[in-house]
């Protein structure tokens, strides 16, 4: 058995995990099949049967303009995805390279890394996504792009420190007697010992993006109505708070049931990817 | 007199693949004013032993039967208070690495006064106290010492701090779990010397845990073999290395290159490996390993024949 | 022709610090020849520089001065330093640590021809496991998976992987029990005569280096003190630290107890180097020469060197 399945295993053996596991695939599942799930169009205006508490028609009722909740919501996981997805895996992806080539690169190089790196989080995160959003607009792109920028120096410093301790450690020492180039050790040896605990963090991340994503819509800052969004379906749930207080409710079920299903996935990745608990698995 | 006694101890670690049994059956016994040593290779059961005689063994283990007595009283039974009171005061404990007996954070200074806080007398005399237990366990500047934190001390010293902290409260029973595993040749030497200085004017008893036969051979007065779990051979420490009656002791004596006299050639070696201790078998634990075995060995557990007075070796194949 | 020669060869590192531009030497005028075949023992307590020089042989720590020469060629540039590490293997003291941990035994063993682009003839792995005494299935366990001793084997073949010339050993059995230890000691007997290595052995067990070594090198503070023949140096030692040295090590008999201590005091830090002969504060036999001038290595018998004014 591969250490990898033996991880799944112990991931799936682990409730909290299991549980975390089955949220984030009906989630990832709900946001590619949208168009086939959705019952309804999710831009498409009913007005006659609008404000309308869950119905057998509507499931989970419609908004203030008679467009189908439940089929917003599916949209809106795909934006809420697809935005947290792509921005914490671009930023991961990046701060993987960053930290390693400041890890293990030249002295020189390491010095002019940590500097952008302490530059770039010294910036506060909500003024810096402002200041973005007032250069280049708000929506969807501006939105990936400030996360991206804002996450890089988190994940590279993460990725740098624990480079530097392998980087001193025998194995990488006999590696380099036995005349591996540093692009070797960096991608044969180095990478595959800091990339778990960088999945981990990410699908830790992963959820506070959605929110933000979500605060951001609902400031009217992140994505642009029409196109749905879990953020934009609880500011329209806001707005008409007194004629329809079900809305905020409906919304902010799959905000929460997708935090928590990141993070037990996390937090269960990181007890089933310990290689010590492999060790414990196999006595 | 004899101050400590383990008296058929059996202890097992829990496992998620279930019990090992680390301790199966051991007795030892310290007197005042001897040295003994406890040998065996990784796996026996010797820190195991020795943890488990300060009832320190960790979390997953558990006494399965057996009693440690302190004079005469049982110490696993007491309650936890008494036996807090018991370590450190009455049995004193040296590790092997000296880093983990100090708080990183605390001068030496401060901790030698506070391992003294349930005696009388002011701190004063508790500083005094500790300057010069550290200048008879050998340190050349004791008041400085007393101001320095343990990492701005050299291995050796850090090692005779430790001797000292534990020597503080005049304990009778000092454990030395591999007291100079960590140290160059040299200041082992000197912890060696230190250590058998010590013992000239000490009237407890000092157990020695370790698998350096050399360190054994220069300190020890009495040995006590162990292998997987159990005690093989007992015996002084001359007729233990001249003399081994246990076909294990005599094997694992042979493999020690220091002990031929011209280098090269091919040195012996025990072959085959420690057995399973969560599935021990009903014979001798060294049977499938022993040159010398014979059918009973695998079936019967081998009786404790006494060669001498002090010399006994578990074995089937050992006749008085 | 010798298989490794080393002249003059010092290390400096550079201090720490913002503002000095000090460095720190660690390494100075080591001379040191090793021939086809043999074993030379490198042996010294901790900070006396004896796993630096083995880094620096092969190219691992930069050097400072000096020349190395290998199977007749000179060692300057990082494209030499390549070769031989193809030719020139490491055994590292923490067998464990030194396997990279994310890769099986099979790969681990096979990473040599990968790195140096050699095709592996099929079935190579399980010769090499073979050759150290594993069963062919460990080549799918972790190296956590593995015993201190199973990870010693696997350490020696992947070591022989390429059949080098030169092996270099670090502490080869350290933490090793001695019944374990035999068994690496043995393999790595039975395989020199078999594959005509030669070893650099460093190792601070000194029944362990007379055992296998033909010739040992004393150490002290980055300095050589002596050299020679393993039984004429250990029989009669030209230098007072090596003789406090063999002095030190217990003996596994209680008829043979040391009567008195050995050696005083502690090894120096390398930052306050002592003035004139290095050992001068531990010595026994310290003269007023001792304290200032610096003595230099003579050849004080045939092939048996020591650095001392007295001796």
Known sequence: MSFADNAMARLLRDPMGAMGLILVVAFLTMAVAAPLLAPYDPVALNVVEKFQTPTLAHWAGTDQLGRDLLSRIMYGARTALGIGVTSVGIAGLLGLLLGLIAGYGPRWLDAILVLAFDSMSSLPMIMFALAVITVLGPGTMTLILVVILVSIPGYARMIRAQTLTLAGSDFVLAERAMGASSARIILRHLLPNVVGPLVILLSMDIPVIIMLEAGLSYLNLGVRPPTPSWGNILHDGYTSLRSAPYMVVIAGIPLVLSTLGFTFLGEGLRDALDPRMALRGRI | ?320 | MSLLTVQDLGVDLPMAGMFSQGRLNILSGIDLTLQPGETLGLVGESGSGKTTLARAVLGLQKISSGTLTFCGRPLKDNHDFRDIRRDAAMMFQDAVASLSPRMTVGQLIAEPFVIHRVSRPSGKVADLLAQVGLPPDIAGRYPHELSGGQARRVGVARALALTPKLVIADEPTAGLDVSVQAEILNLMNDLKAKLNLSYLIISHNLALVRHVADRIAVMYLGRLVETGPTTQVFAAPRHPYTASLLAADPKPDPRQRRADLAIKGEIPSILRRPLGCEFHTRCPMAQGQCLTKVPQLTEKQPGHWARCHLT
């Open chain 2, 1 to 320: 007199m004899t101050l400590l006694a383990v008296d058929n101890l059996s202890l097992q670690y829990r496992t998620p693949a279930g019990p090992v049994q680390a301790l199966r059956g051991v007795s030892i016994q310290a007197h005042a004013g001897e040295v003994l040593g406890i040998m065996g290779e990784s796996g026996c059961g010797k820190s195991t032993l020795a943890a488990a005689i300060i009832n320190l063994p960790g979390a997953n283990a558990q006494v399965t039967g057996g009693e440690v007595r302190y004079r005469g009283r049982d110490i696993l039974t007491l309650p936890a208070d008494q036996q807090r009171a018991l370590r450190g005061r009455h049995i004193g404990m040296i590790f092997q690495d000296p880093m983990t007996a100090f708080n990183p954070v605390l001068t030496i200074g401060a901790q030698l006064v506070d391992f003294q806080h349930h005696l009388p007398g002011s701190t004063t005399s508790k500083r005094a106290n500790a300057q010069s237990m550290l200048t008879r366990v050998g340190i050349p500047d004791a008041a400085m010492c007393l101001r320095r934190y343990p990492h701005e001390l050299s291995g050796g010293m850090r090692q005779r701090a430790a001797i000292a902290a534990a020597l503080l409260l005049q304990p009778d029973v000092l454990i030395a779990d591999e007291p100079t595993t960590a140290l160059d040749v040299t200041m082992e030497a000197q912890i060696i010397h230190l250590l058998r200085a010590l013992q000239a004017d000490f009237r407890g008893a000092i157990i020695i845990v370790t698998h350096h036969l050399g360190v054994i051979a220069e300190l020890c007065d009495r040995v006590v073999v162990m292998y997987a779990g159990q005690v093989v051979e007992e015996g002084l420490v001359d007729d233990i290395y001249h003399a081994p009656r246990h076909p294990y002791t005599a094997a694992l004596l042979a493999c020690d290159p220091a002990k031929l006299n011209a280098g090269g050639g091919r040195l012996p070696t025990i072959g085959g490996r420690l057995p399973d201790l969560m599935h021990p078998g009903p014979g001798c634990s060294f049977a499938p390993r022993c040159g010398q075995v014979r059918d009973l060995c695998h079936k019967t557990p081998p009786p404790r024949v006494a060669v001498s007075g002090t010399h006994s070796a578990s074995c089937h194949a050992v006749t008085t």
